[in-house]
């Protein structure tokens, strides 16, 4: 479940108020967001994974909140671990999305 939004890392682009699927986050202009619905998080770590600043924590725990001290958390590195364990970005920029070409496989394989 989401815990902490460090607004001093934020860079306020809302990656995260646009990424996540319901709508856990509210966009406040000429500030960071702030995280507004905590019990519609479902720990799908959707804005963690676009939080470049990495001003994002999101708890492995699903079920309910897990307290944590901001300068503990800044001090442990979990900060971004999840987007950086995924690859997210390792391979951004040398590879186009190109994921719109794959309806003609869809098409070959239904006989079409």
Same mark, same amino acid.
């Given at each position: ?6 607004? !001093?890392? #934020?860079?306020? /682009?809302?990656? $995260?108020?646009?990424? =996540?699927?319901? &709508?856990?986050?509210?966009?406040? %202009?000429? +500030? ?6 905590? !019990?519609? #998080?479902?720990? /799908?770590?959707? $804005?963690?994974?676009? =939080?470049?600043? &990495?001003?994002?924590?999101?708890? %492995?725990? +699903? ?50």
């Amino acid at each position: 479940m989401i815990e902490l939004l460090l607004e !001093e890392q #934020c860079t306020g /682009c809302n990656a $995260c108020v646009t990424a =996540c699927p319901t &709508d856990v986050f509210e966009a406040v %202009p000429g +500030a960071p967001p702030r995280i507004a619905r905590v !019990e519609d #998080c479902q720990t /799908c770590f959707m $804005c963690e994974l676009y =939080c470049t600043a &990495d001003a994002l924590y999101v708890s %492995p725990d +699903a079920e309910g909140r897990t307290p944590v001290e901001p300068a503990a958390l800044l001090a442990s590195g979990l900060l971004g671990q999840f987007r950086r364990h995924s690859g997210w970005h390792e391979w951004q920029g040398h590879y186009p999305n190109e994921h719109w070409r794959m309806d003609a496989i869809f098409r070959l394989a239904r006989g079409g």
